[in-house]
Each structure stands twice: as C-alpha cells, then as structure tokens.
C-alpha cells in the first residue's frame, strides 16, 4: 500500500529552484534515504512533506486522510537537521506540549512522553530544562517528540548528526525498531547509515531526483568488481613501473594510484586476476596484497551525483 505519494512537487525561490518537479511514492512500511550533496534539495523537500513550507507546484498525497492540515498534524512525525526548543521548558514539558499538538489529552501526553522519551535515552534528563541539555541530548529530544504521537510518516532531516557513535548507533538501533512500526524517509551524509537501516535511496542532484531504486537494483546497477594491488615499499623503480602501467590494460575502467598501492575498477575480473599475478610472478613483482572486491555504495554515490 502506498504510504506517501508525491506528484511533480517544484518549490521555487525567485529564481533559485531547490526542488523541480520531482515525483515518487513511499510504501507503507518503507525505510527510504535521501541523499545528495549539500544544496541539492533535500531538505526543502522535508520540509515541503511535513507542511512547514508550501510547494511552487505539485501535490503531495499521504494515505488515510483527505484532509491537508489532519494529515500533518496527525500522521507525520518531523525532525528537523537543527531542532530548536525552548529552554526554559523541561525535557518532558516540552514532548508533552507537542503530543498535545497533535491532539492527545492530558494524561496520555504525559504517558507517551515518558515513553518517547525513555526510548531515545532521556528518561533520566526528562525533568532538566532543556536550555541545560548537550546538543546530542537535543537531537535524542527532537527525535522523541517527532516520534511522540506514533506517526504514519516520518520525515528525519540528519538524524544523527550531532551525536556520538554511542548516540549514533543508539539512534540507528531504534529506526531500526520504528521502521517495523512506520514509514520513514531521512536525509542523511552517511552512506553507511543509510545501507544499514534503509531498503529504498532516492538520489538528489540539483533538485532533481537522478536514481532511485531498492538497495539490490541500485547494487546490479552500479557496483562493478574492484582489485586492489599492493607492492612491497622499497623495492624498486621497477615495481613502481609495473604498477603504473596496469592503467594503460584494457580491462581497467577506472584507476587510481597513490605510493604503492593501486585501486582499480576493472570489467572483466577474471582477466584482471589472470593477467596481474602471472605478470607479477615472471617480473618477480613483490606483491604485498592482492584483494578482490566490489566497488562500494559511495563509489556509486559519488559517480550519480557527479554524473
């Protein structure tokens, strides 16, 4: 069933245009990430989904409700890459103050405050005025109140990236948990991050969207086989040469070279093998490391948004 569903969505700014009719859908129950470099758009798209700016043009369609405003007071749940509080509140006073907003009463606020805020790590910070907390307690506590009222979507811009790798990997255990339980779409530097909790990415490139596909199709895609070689330091300008010259075989596609170690992607794997250590063993080359890989998702990263 389709959870989110955006048509065409375009948000201009003069003459700037972060976002230009892009268009896609989120199954209910999906983990998607958005990537792309900074300026490509990610974050006005959040921002358009959770209803904090309108779009130039398009339409964004979320399941359940027809109702525009019920939709984002009710069914999403958005953390945005810098939240802001106010200080004077405590931790808990102000996950409260925000379950209310999406129309809890009183006494199930408080409840499901104490709840959200237990999950992401706060319990023992819940009754400090927040003006008191760290910046990654700031993040844990807009996580917990984008989280508070059990949201059909959620919108994370950044999740992780004021925290610790003890926070980090907390953050990440629990979207593994919510993404049983909702809809997730997050922005995220953190390519790693993103193949761990996520089954879908959607790659932004000048407010476009220029690949999108499931963890497997985008890996079929673009992951190629990847030889790593590695010569003995000191040996010899002859070693250096040899090594070099593996740049010029026409099984290479791409090649880089730094001291005595070559990274090359190549598109025939068993040619490359062949030709390199039977060339390295009549020339006597000393090899220190000869590994077989594939190239990596940021590999394919950069090359999409470069492209």
């Given at each position: 069933?389709?959870?989110?569903?955006?048509?065409?969505?375009?948000?201009?700014?003069?003459?700037?245009?972060?976002v230009?009719?892009?268009?896609?859908?989120?199954?209910?129950g999906?983990?998607?990430?958005l990537?792309g470099?900074?300026?490509?758009?990610k974050?006005?798209?959040?921002?358009?989904?959770?209803?904090?700016?309108d779009?130039?043009?398009g339409?964004?369609?979320?399941?359940?409700s027809?109702?525009?405003?019920?939709?984002?007071?009710?069914?999403?749940?958005?953390?945005?890459?810098?939240?802001?509080?106010?200080?004077w509140m405590?931790?808990?006073?102000?996950?409260?103050y925000?379950?209310?907003l999406?129309?809890m009463?009183?006494k199930?606020?408080?409840?499901?405050?104490?709840?959200?805020?237990?999950r992401?790590g706060?319990?023992?910070?819940?009754?400090?005025?927040?003006?008191g907390?760290?910046?990654?307690?700031?993040q844990?506590?807009?996580l917990?109140?984008?989280?508070?009222h059990?949201?059909?979507?959620l919108?994370?811009?950044?999740?992780?990236?004021?925290?610790?790798?003890?926070?980090?990997?907390e953050?990440?255990?629990?979207?593994?948990?919510?993404r049983?339980?909702?809809?997730?779409?997050f922005?995220t530097?953190?390519?790693?991050?993103?193949?761990?909790?996520?089954?879908?990415?959607?790659?932004?490139?000048?407010?476009?969207?220029?690949?999108?596909?499931?963890?497997?199709e985008?890996?079929?895609?673009?992951?190629?086989?990847?030889?790593?070689?590695?010569?003995e330091?000191?040996?010899?300008?002859?070693s250096?040469?040899?090594?070099h010259s593996?740049?010029?075989?026409?099984?290479?596609?791409?090649?880089?070279?730094?001291?005595n170690?070559?990274v090359?992607t190549?598109?025939?794997?068993?040619?490359?093998r062949?030709?390199?250590?039977?060339?390295?063993?009549?020339?006597?080359?000393?090899?220190?490391r000869?590994?077989?890989?594939t190239?990596s998702l940021?590999?394919?990263?950069?090359?999409?948004?470069k492209?």
């Amino acid at each position: 069933m389709v959870m989110l569903s955006v048509t065409e969505l375009t948000k201009k700014f003069g003459m700037r245009t972060p976002v230009n009719g892009i268009s896609f859908q989120l199954e209910m129950g999906s983990c998607t990430a958005l990537l792309g470099p900074n300026g490509a758009g990610k974050t006005t798209t959040l921002r358009m989904l959770a209803g904090l700016i309108d779009p130039t043009s398009g339409n964004i369609a979320i399941a359940g409700s027809d109702d525009k405003d019920t939709q984002q007071q009710t069914s999403i749940g958005y953390l945005p890459q810098h939240p802001t509080f106010y200080g004077w509140m405590t931790g808990k006073e102000f996950v409260v103050y925000v379950a209310g907003l999406s129309g809890m009463s009183g006494k199930k606020a408080a409840n499901e405050a104490d709840i959200a805020l237990e999950r992401v790590g706060l319990k023992d910070a819940a009754k400090r005025r927040i003006s008191g907390y760290s910046g990654g307690m700031k993040q844990r506590l807009g996580l917990a109140q984008a989280i508070v009222h059990h949201p059909q979507l959620l919108l994370l811009d950044e999740p992780v990236s004021a925290l610790d790798p003890l926070g980090r990997r907390e953050v990440m255990d629990l979207l593994s948990q919510l993404r049983q339980q909702t809809t997730i779409l997050f922005s995220t530097h953190v390519l790693h991050d993103a193949e761990e909790v996520c089954d879908r990415m959607m790659m932004l490139r000048d407010g476009e969207i220029v690949e999108s596909g499931s963890l497997r199709e985008l890996a079929e895609k673009y992951r190629q086989p990847l030889l790593t070689v590695q010569v003995e330091a000191g040996t010899g300008q002859e070693s250096n040469t040899w090594l070099h010259s593996l740049e010029d075989r026409a099984f290479i596609i791409e090649s880089s070279i730094t001291g005595n170690t070559a990274v090359l992607t190549v598109n025939d794997v068993i040619e490359a093998r062949h030709t390199i250590l039977q060339e390295a063993a009549s020339q006597r080359i000393p090899l220190l490391r000869f590994e077989a890989g594939t190239t990596s998702l940021e590999d394919m990263f950069m090359k999409v948004v470069k492209s």
